[in-house]
């Protein structure tokens, strides 16, 4: 008998998977990249953590059809950010249920609790995830299952009711218990760094999309480094240290000019294709200013398919009007 997990990373999805393995079930952990989660590899840690516990890690890539189906008409609404967190879950599950003939498992488990949301995971929330799965019967929640119907796998015996657990609410003292028994250490915040719920990244993710058609690789260009929204509407993204640059070098987005000033140490830099004259102008003096460079100077700034010019600004307030925080 084999079982596939939604494993975020975090610590409720792994003692999920560990209670079902101690049934004897092997569990297949199935990470669903949205293509919001934070910035930085989080594969090996992931590895580590199913490792621990004994069971196999997958990733499943679903950025584009999470933009075509969740993110911008969730059924359910938003909670507090941009985090569709019902038909986020409801999704995923659909999703991974496509993968059960492929692994040969026969149902499928996640991490939630009872109540330890305020939106996603009451348990009204969480009985209207497992009808958007569409595998309704086939949904266990090991860590409140004994709070909820009986599902297919408990009625049919495959698992036994009585070990799964009763967690319920916001507090994870329990949850921290079960961890120590196990020996799980350096497990991540419960959020699993999704950026969906983080106020900078939404305030982001808003403007851009108030402005311009979102696809999946514009995502990692609104995860990092300064971020300018020029008066007659273009973007100008700027890298605050090496690793930054390196992703705005790397992105495959084909919506900006990039580049660096030229004679002089500067950041690596976006600029919207359609920008006006006028946002070219303010964008040349901007990029002059976070680089090292001298008051009173012209640097060219080589953008790869236009070269533009910028002076220095005595007092970078001027830009603080254009920032999105
Ligand atoms: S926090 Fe993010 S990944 Fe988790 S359910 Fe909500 S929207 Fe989905």
């Known amino acids: 008998m084999k079982a596939l997990a939604l494993f975020s990373g975090g610590l409720d999805s792994t003692l999920a998977m560990k209670v079902i393995i101690d049934q004897g079930i092997e ?22 953590m199913c490792d621990h516990i004994g069971a196999k890690f997958e990733i499943l890539d679903l950025k584009d059809k999470y933009l075509d189906e969740v993110l911008f008409e ?28 492929k692994y040969d498992a026969s149902f499928m488990i996640s991490g939630e609790v009872v109540g330890q949301r305020p939106m996603s995971q009451t348990k009204d929330a969480m009985l209207r995830v497992q ?3 569409g595998q309704e019967e086939l949904v266990v929640r090991p860590l409140s299952g004994k709070l909820l119907p009986a599902s297919k796998p408990e009625l049919e015996g495959w698992i036994s009711r009585d070990k799964l657990l009763d967690f319920w609410g916001r507090g994870r003292s329990r949850q921290f218990e079960f961890a120590k028994e196990i020996g799980l250490e350096n497990f991540e915040h419960p959020s699993g760094g999704c950026l969906l719920t983080d106020v900078q990244f ?34 100008l ?55 090292k460079t001298e008051l009173g100077v012209t640097y060219d700034i080589n953008l790869g398919e236009i070269v533009i010019q910028g002076k220095r600004l005595e007092n970078k307030d001027a830009m603080q009007p254009y920032l999105l925080k």
Do not use: W
């Open 131 to 133: 009808k958007l799965s």
């Open 202 to 235: 939404t305030t982001r993710l808003r403007d851009f999309i108030a402005n311009d058609t979102l696809e999946v690789d514009d995502i990692d260009t609104l995860k990092i480094g300064r971020q300018l929204r020029l008066p007659d509407g273009a973007k």
């Open 27 to 48: 569990v297949i952990a199935i990470h669903v990249d949205t293509g919001f989660g934070s910035v930085g590899d989080r594969v090996e840690y992931m590895k580590r």
């Open 237 to 291: 993204v700027v890298g605050r240290k090496q690793d930054e640059n390196q992703i705005l070098e790397n992105t495959k987005s084909k919506k900006y000019f990039k580049g660096r000033i030229v004679n002089a140490t500067g950041p690596f830099v976006l600029l919207s294709k359609n920008a006006s004259e006028n946002d070219i102008k303010l964008a040349g003096d901007f990029i002059v200013t976070y680089g």
């Open 74 to 101: 969730p059924k359910y609404g938003y909670g507090n950010y941009f985090n569709p967190c019902i038909d986020c879950h409801g999704f995923m599950f659909r999703h991974t249920s496509k993968l059960l003939e």
